[in-house]
């Protein structure tokens, strides 16, 4: 394990070694190593208190910021490296289900690594000798790919709400098995997990969505009752069942949409629409007079409980208003009678710069249909065309006309209500010829278009 130790953190181990103080690296970078993979981040738990490792480091040549010093932890910057070192330490309390009320120093590092979560995250290696410290079995439960509490599964999860959702993002990003006992104390453990703040949900959520097989989790935390918990929307899916090319109720169609965009190396943004796609479907079905369960405007209610959903999970506005445009518009069904005006507005509705996402979605759902053998030629020969027509004509929005609301002004028209009617008038006209935006025809247009509406008003009154 020596040789995969990396020569500045070696040297940073020497340094604590020549001032009588231990030193390891701990966490998730030890399973990493565990698991033949390179690290990227230190985390560092030590004997030295926080004033030690701040003097240790800084006789060295580095800098130390106290960026936790209430819980025993530093960051040190020492030869354009960054680490995390923290005292070893025992935790008291956990009053608001995160974080402990009270934080004991330790001296040893087996003391510390008893508080942690999972015995896969409470190895330790020895700095810089390279020797493992696992009394929790960790190394063992690694190669076996189980995920196991440290000690009391009900206890840990009870101090950290987090954890089980931790869990469900672990068995889908490594994916690992759950061990019974574990899995077993997370339905006690929700309330506690219902304190966890919005932003640490969503970058859990994130994490899974992320991996290569969100389903895996995901179905997890419907199995535990964390999905309910967190999206109940979601879970209202599960027995929504479908017609036609469908084989599986909303919930299972949803899961197989989001693996697709997530085996495909699609964003994450085209993963939560893949996710929330059908999410309004149990609130708008109705069954017909033949016995079959129709889900009109499924689209623009999901669009609508998407955004309620990702509101609630504090996502970036930028993130939230594509995921939902995605979702609204993805129930697209093209044929060869489209003709050239359908598909400059079938561009100008989704954006040019959401068309490629707006296939990838598409693509997800279809797979989703039964995961076997689907059928994109639709996609693909609507691909075809709209790059043709894209070739023939660049105006698909109110930027793209020929003239301006200046220009409308200059020409008699003046600002107003009316004036963005007119200018949608004639993208419109635009859509339905691109010939017509030159700025002598469209202020013609324009002008007409005012003066019958002048000219109606003046009749109603």
């Known amino acids: 394990m ?79 490296q960054s680490a995390e070192i923290t005292t070893f330490r025992t935790e008291e309390g956990y009053s608001d289900g995160r974080r402990p009320d009270r934080v004991n120093y330790a001296g040893a590092v087996e003391e510390d690594l008893s508080r942690r979560d999972f015995t896969m995250n409470a190895a330790a290696l020895r700095l810089p000798a390279g020797e493992i410290v696992d009394p929790f079995g960790g190394e063992k439960d690694i190669k076996a790919g189980i995920i196991r509490c440290v000690g009391n599964a009900a206890q840990r999860f009870s101090e950290d709400g987090l954890r089980p959702l931790r869990m469900a993002r672990f068995a889908s990003v490594l994916g690992f098995e759950i061990e019974k006992n574990t899995l077993d104390a997370v339905s006690g453990a929700l309330d506690v997990s219902a304190k966890v703040s919005s932003e640490r949900v969503r970058d859990e959520i994130d994490k899974i969505l992320a991996s290569a097989r969100p389903s895996r989790g ?3 935390m419907e199995k535990t009752g964390l999905l309910k918990l967190f999206l109940e929307e979601l879970s209202a899916c599960r027995g929504i069942e479908q017609k036609g090319f469908h084989q599986f109720d909303v919930l299972d169609h949803s899961l197989h949409a989001c693996d697709y965009a997530a085996a495909n190396g699609f964003s994450g943004e085209v993963r939560l629409a893949s996710l929330f796609h059908d999410v309004g479907k149990p609130c708008v079905r109705e069954m017909d007079k033949s016995g079959v369960w129709n889900f009109y405007r499924h689209e623009e209610v999901s669009a609508d409980m998407c955004r309620a959903i990702m509101v609630r999970l504090r996502y970036p506005n930028a993130a939230i208003d594509t995921v939902c445009h995605l979702i609204k518009e993805h129930m697209f069904c093209y044929s060869e009678n489209w003709t050239d005006a359908a598909v400059r507005r079938f561009i100008a509705r989704t954006g040019e710069e959401n ?23 639709s996609i693909e020969q609507l691909a075809e065309r709209v790059k043709n027509v894209m070739k023939e004509s660049r105006a698909f929005t109110l930027k793209n006309l020929a003239v301006s609301g200046n220009d409308l002004m200059a020409a008699g028209i003046p600002a107003g209500k009316m004036m963005g009617v007119i200018l949608k008038e004639l993208l419109e006209t635009v859509l339905d010829d691109p010939a017509q935006n030159t700025r ?3 202020l013609e247009i324009a002008l007409k278009i005012y003066g019958k509406r002048i000219n109606g008003y003046m009749q109603e009154d």
């Open 2 to 80: 020596k040789a995969g130790i990396d020569p500045i953190l070696r040297e940073i181990a020497s340094i604590f070694n020549n001032n009588g103080k231990e030193i390891y690296l701990v966490g998730g970078a030890v399973r990493d190593m565990l698991m033949g993979k390179k690290i990227h981040d230190w985390d560092l738990a030590t004997n030295a208190v926080p004033e030690e490792v701040t003097a240790i480091i800084k006789n060295a040549g580095g800098k130390v910021v106290p960026t936790g010093i209430k819980h025993g932890t530093v960051t040190i910057f020492y030869k354009k």
């Open 440 to 442: 002598g025809k469209l």
């Open 218 to 220: 995901l179905l997890l």
């Open 355 to 377: 068309l490629e996402d707006i296939y990838r979605l598409r693509r997800a759902d279809i797979y989703g249909f039964s995961c076997k053998n689907p059928d994109y030629r």
